[in-house]
């Protein structure tokens, strides 16, 4: 049997609350190939002699450590690149306010520039590279890495539902009203202070607008006092992170999925919201467009667009029919991207043969 390590990159915490990709990844594989999992350059060198894969899931951190192990045991690599992570490293730290497109297209400095040249060189070492998305792909491309190194493999979408009525996760829930409901890990880029700040303009709407946020980082703090000191206490909730369970009942209990991202290497989470029957509205940014097919199965909006936002889900919310038809289609698209298509695809690169 085939043995592969799947090399984990563990500093961030997970801001959501479902499996990290690694995760996923060993327990849809773990029929068909010997997997092992590790994040530690030790412990990751160690057992790079007892495989014949060696898969890092992304390219910094651990991944650095999966490539010189590969490098060293002269084993194959693969490599997931889910982000640019040079770009992470700057708008996390202040260092930029560009968006990760535009990043591409000017000189880096400083620890971004470091993080930059780091991420290119194991992306040149590696045997294949995955990347969610034809977006990802193109921006990997602009690193000077070989077009046919490189495979677009959405990632896997693991996230069970629940069959319980609206009314009924309502109560479970405990929140009123008509929820608008948004998820993601609270960073700048994915744009919580906008929905915040439109909520007085939603509320002129439909008097009953509840905005439910799920995640958590760095912009809870940012956050926090902003809603207290709108006064929108009863009208925006901040739940934090959720396990896959509370998440499926939130998502159960609301009525329109509303993410005002500046990026989306992937957008898991506009899929999921899919699957879960909500009508989506999000932005035309990244791997977004992928998905979206406007007007048809949602809307896409320009990045922190105040008016047309708010327009959105006016008329989502007023439209029934639309909404009917964004919630159908969604469904179908949805269904692009199983879990058992990914894994399929992931050992078709592995070189599996039942």
Known sequence: MTSILIAEYTRRSNEIGRPSYGQILSQGLSSDFKIYSSGSFLKILSLAGEVDTIFATTPVGSGYAAYLAAKLRKKSFLLRVDDDYAWRSAIESGKTYLLASDFQKFPKKGHASGTFKRQARICAQADVIIVPS???S????GWGVMAEKIKIIADPINYGLT?????????????PGNLLISVGPLVPWKGFRMLVKLMPQLAAINQFFRLVIVGDGPELKILKPMIKN???????YLMGRKSEEELALLLAASDVFILNSGHEAFPSETIRA?????????TAVGANPEVIEQGENGFMIKYNDEFNLVEAIKTVWQTPLLR???IEEGKKTAQRFSLEKTMEEIKKVIGYKP
């Open 134 to 136: 034809k977006f990802m």
């Open 138 to 141: 193109e921006i990997v491309s």
């Open 163 to 175: 069959d319980i009525s609206k009314e009924e996760a309502r109560k479970k829930i405990g929140i």
């Open 230 to 236: 709108l006064g929108l206490d009863k009208k925006i």
């Open 274 to 282: 899919m699957m879960a029957g909500l009508p989506v509205i999000t």
């Open 324 to 326: 009917e038809r964004f």
